[in-house]
């Protein structure tokens, strides 16, 4: 919704407004708090519960079609929006296939900067027809990855605790 009233105002002047660089990042942070929050949620469950195959298959579809999305591959309005869903699908497939909480985090690490490689070299968001997308684009995703990062980090240090907290209640 915080992306959402640039939009707006544009349609309404009949052409495109011009933002920051600045603003467009403060946007990406608060455009990612709602996914990154589900990340952090989704790992500091998931360390102590795994949800069903068919939660991550689907997530799995999602993610993929996202990622088509964003990459251009799949054609449509804004691929620019589908950025947002890709890292509480990334993590749903992970805590559902991948049960050990170390394991999960290393192989989060390497899908995040797989996925950030990618982006950089899909013509879509890195060297796209569209200079100022390219801008847009990665504002965004300069204020959005730090978010889900840390908030990412977050819920492996809760899931990490809960771990620690269930061990010990098991052996006493």
């Known amino acids: 919704m915080v992306l959402f009233w640039p939009a707006v105002a544009a349609a309404s002047f009949n052409g495109r407004i011009d933002l920051p660089f600045g603003v467009i990042v403060a946007a990406g942070v608060f455009g990612a708090l709602p996914g990154a929050v589900a990340v952090l ?3 500091w469950v998931g360390a102590t519960r795994t949800p069903p195959s068919w939660a991550g298959a689907l997530a799995a579809v999602a993610l993929a079609y996202c990622c088509l999305r964003v990459t251009g591959l799949v054609r449509g309005a804004e691929p620019g929006w589908f950025l947002f869903p890709i890292p509480p699908l990334i993590e749903l497939v992970l805590i559902t ?3 050990s909480p170390h394991t999960r985090h290393a192989a989060g690490w390497v899908v995040a900067v797989a996925i950030l490689l990618i982006l950089w070299l899909t013509p879509a968001v890195g060297q796209p027809a569209n200079p ?3 801008k847009d684009a990665w504002a965004v995703i300069i204020g959005g990855a730090p978010t889900t990062a840390l908030l990412w980090q977050v819920g492996v240090w809760l899931g990490r605790q809960s771990l620690r907290h269930d061990r010990r ?3 006493s």
Request: aromatic share 16%; proline share 0%; glycine share 8%.
């Open 41 to 43: 949620l989704l790992e």
């Open 97 to 99: 296939f991948i049960t």
């Open 132 to 134: 100022q997308f390219a």
């Open 169 to 171: 209640r098991g052996s």
